[in-house]
């Protein structure tokens, strides 16, 4: 189960666009909307993904007439996800990937300094070393390796860079495999999926599994990550497993059921130290006859909601009695816009065409969108979506 205390950066970035599918059991009032607090209760949890796309806005002119344009599914739950009760939310899913990897990245670095602090290592002979044999103690070896600045150090792989389908690295130089076009050994490679006569560049980025149940990164010959080349690529150039790829030790970057307390534990821990210090000196006044025992006013048990939560909610639409504006489109388009990214992720192997690709992506996402565009105006006609600037 998967935590993390999101800072100001991650809450800037999660969770655009939001609709829940399901109706929630939780029913708010006008003066329960504007608090969010009850949200520091519960947790979010992922509940899986949609490969989707969208044909470019210039036709593919430039590069993939598509673009990806996944979606993932999550709910708000009772504490430790016992209970899911609630409604189900959809979200893009580049956006839910960056917020949650940067979150987790925040947490890491505070759950380190929170070791650190306790390692007693002020009198050590050498700080570093002794903070990192500290660390082993813990089997926090990702703390040893964020913080491990030395030059000869195993480099640090950067998921964040292909969270928005980078170019892939060559660290070893070698992005042909001897036949000089690029496409090592001609495709012969089992599992490693070929362009007719690709010389182009490989990248990098998120997709979602086959089984919707988990997002992994994976290599793709377009700009747009949309066309699979195989993870094998990633092995040539690089000594090793694509990390967080579907055959990785890492596993995804987001397994299914992962689970995020929705309140903020740094704060929380913040807490309990300034009302442990109160506690401390309201002692020391008592001793000297100047004290006295009254908490009242001191807020040392108030959980504050984590903008990763907060911002979700806020910013979805709300599938309840009285707003379903949005659940019709997730629950009869989204599956036909996944049959129609699930084609593409295949493409590319000898004999894949491009115009078939598009033929079918263009059909495809005319009649959903088509369909979509039609509800919407139906529910405008019949005043059930407000319109607001």
């Known amino acids: 189960r998967s935590e993390f205390s999101a800072g100001s950066r991650a809450g800037r970035k999660l969770l655009k666009n939001a609709q829940v599918v399901e109706k929630p059991s939780r029913h708010l009032n006008e003066e329960e909307e504007d608090d969010d607090s009850w949200i520091a209760d519960m947790s979010l949890k992922f509940e899986g993904c949609f490969n989707t796309v969208r044909l470019a806005e210039d036709g593919g002119e430039d590069g993939s007439p598509i673009q990806n344009n996944g979606v993932i599914t999550f709910k708000l739950c009772s504490r430790g996800c016992g209970t899911c009760n609630g409604g189900v939310y959809a979200t893009n899913m580049l956006e839910f990937v960056d917020a949650y990897t940067e979150a987790s990245m925040e947490e890491m670095e505070y759950q380190c300094e929170k070791a650190r602090e306790n390692c007693d290592c002020e009198d050590a002979n050498d700080d570093d070393q002794c903070e990192q044999q500290c660390w082993y103690n813990l089997g926090m070896m990702d703390c040893i390796q964020m913080n491990n600045d030395n030059d000869d150090a195993e480099e640090v792989f950067e998921v964040q860079r292909y969270l928005e389908c980078a170019e892939m690295e060559n660290n070893n130089n070698n992005n042909n495999n001897g036949n000089g076009n690029g496409n090592y050994a001609n495709g012969e490679y089992n599992g490693y999926q070929v362009y007719n006569n690709w010389d182009g560049e490989y990248r ?66 913040n807490q309990q130290e300034e009302y442990a210090q109160y506690q401390y000196e309201q002692a020391q006044n008592q001793n000297n006859g100047e004290g006295d025992d009254n908490d009242e006013g001191f807020e040392w048990n108030n959980m504050e909601p984590l903008e990763f939560c907060t911002n979700a909610y806020e910013a979805s639409a709300k599938c309840t009695d009285d707003n379903q504006s949005g659940c019709k489109f997730i629950n009869n388009y989204l599956g036909l816009l996944n049959k129609a990214s699930g084609y593409t992720h295949y493409v590319g192997a000898p004999g894949g065409k491009p115009a078939t690709l598009f033929a079918w992506v263009f059909g495809i996402t005319t009649v959903a969108f088509g369909g979509y565009a039609f509800y919407l105006y139906r529910k405008i006609q019949r005043g059930e979506v407000e319109i607001t600037d």
Do not use: H, R
């Not at 990785?248 to 987001?254: C, K, R």
């Open 204 to 269: 990098v980025g998120p997709y979602c599994a086959a089984d919707g149940k988990s997002i992994y990164l994976g290599v793709f010959y377009d700009e747009d990550c949309t066309m699979s080349a195989g993870d094998g690529a990633y092995a040539t150039m690089n000594y090793g497993q694509l990390p967080y790829s579907a055959n990785s030790q890492e596993g995804p970057l987001i397994p299914l059921d992962t689970c995020v307390d929705c309140y903020d534990k740094e704060e929380w821990d």
